[in-house]
């Protein structure tokens, strides 16, 4: 029997998604002085493109290069490099996927190394290991450039050849700050009410609709909650779900949490019920409710390892695509393997990436050990994909706090590089 992953799927605008399986943004940091692609970055894509994964969506690129979310990101805010970014949307799609690009702004979760200035929605900083400074509160002037930078963007990523864009408004990013009344203390027109949180989103998405026409795929990425306390919630994911279906959205794709609460990549999801948090793919008991709010295909993403869990989510209709990041860069050809039905799961090693796993008894570790611990892990998969883009296999058995102290290393040198050339 052919697996449901297999099977195509049209999108509202009329694309077709060859098959079910998409790969997740991530982060690449193999940009240049200028922040603009390398060959590195072009191969890493071009040998993901090979693996059978019908949507790649690229990692976080920036609408503004005073703000990042590390060193190392790509930024697309003007044509004056076009052919670079067309090179790479040709080699990215050379397995007849699609490749979207995500953009961002990262708002407070703007290293310091990066700006000591940071914008954010209000005057709510940011505390991990002193990595970021205190934000200003943006103006009216300030929430209108971003606005114009996200189109500006989408437009010329759809210049570019890519076949798609995505929104990023999760993961404690600036679009996800405005929506966390935690975090977006504002009296005016984008604070209080969930209507004024979410308008700068929705401006954005019908100023990128009348860029890129009624034919480009649009998609969201946006969190089913924080996570936190006071925060984002599941009923406000669901109506803004709502919107975004409204507003002409193709894609809508279900994350959760922040640099605080990392349940994106299932560290530490305090809040999440134990029964989810044990359960493979995180997020998938919101999925029903977001996709009879939103009307529209929702992808999920997180946690996502057997093919009998993919398929059924699929059979089942609960969702529409599924979402896959940290297994893409152990095994860049895993989804081939899945849709041929010749892998039963894929193993992405986060497993035996907790340092300390069962030393700290009821004892929780200290807060510079919960840091090596994350930065690790994230770690080890940045390192795999530079190894991919060097054309390279990955390297499944480094550890957690080689992987940190390489992170550390690379991100230090990536920030040097950038300021000092
Ligand atoms: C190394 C790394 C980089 C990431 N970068 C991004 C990013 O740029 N944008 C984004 O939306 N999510 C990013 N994520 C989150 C992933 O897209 C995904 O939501 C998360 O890893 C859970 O999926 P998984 O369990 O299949 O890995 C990143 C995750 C990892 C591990």
Known sequence: MTSPLASSISLPNGSVLPNRLCKSAMTEGLADKFDLPTAELIQLYKTWALGGTGLHITGNIMVDRRYLERAGNVVLEDDKNIELFRSWSKQGTAGGNHLWVQLNHPGRQCPRMVSKTPLCPSDVQLTILGNFSRPRPMDQSDIEEVIARFITSARLVKEAGFTGVQIHCAHG?????????????????????????????????????????????????????????????????????????????????????????????????????????KREAYFIEYAERIKQSAKIPVMITGGFRSRVVMERAIESGEVDVIGLARPLCTDPDCSAKLINQTIQSIDSHEDKLVLGQGFWGNNSPSSLIKAINSFGQVGFYYWQII???????????????????????????????????
Not at 215 to 223: A, E, M, R, T
Not at 235 to 264: F, H, R
Request: charged share 25%; net charge positive; glycine share 10%.
């Open 173 to 277: 990013y600036l679009l996800s700050q405005f929506l966390s009344p935690k975090i977006n203390q504002r009296q005016d027109q984008w604070g209080g009410t969930l209507e004024n949180r979410a308008r700068i989103i929705r401006r954005i998405i019908v100023g990128v609709r009348k860029v890129v026409g009624t034919d480009f795929p649009i998609g969201v990425k946006l969190n089913s909650a924080d996570f936190q306390k006071g925060g984002f919630s599941l009923e406000d994911c669901i109506t803004v779900a709502k919107w975004l279906g409204e507003d002409s959205v193709d894609l809508l794709e279900i994350s959760g949490g922040t640099y605080e609460q990392l349940s994106l990549i299932g560290v530490e999801p305090t809040d999440v019920r134990e029964s989810t948090r």
């Open 387 to 421: 190894r991919l883009s060097r054309g390279l296999a990955p390297e499944t058995q480094l550890g957690t706090f080689k992987a940190f102290l390489r992170h550390m290393t690379n991100d230090f040198k990536l920030n040097i590089k950038r300021k000092f050339g």
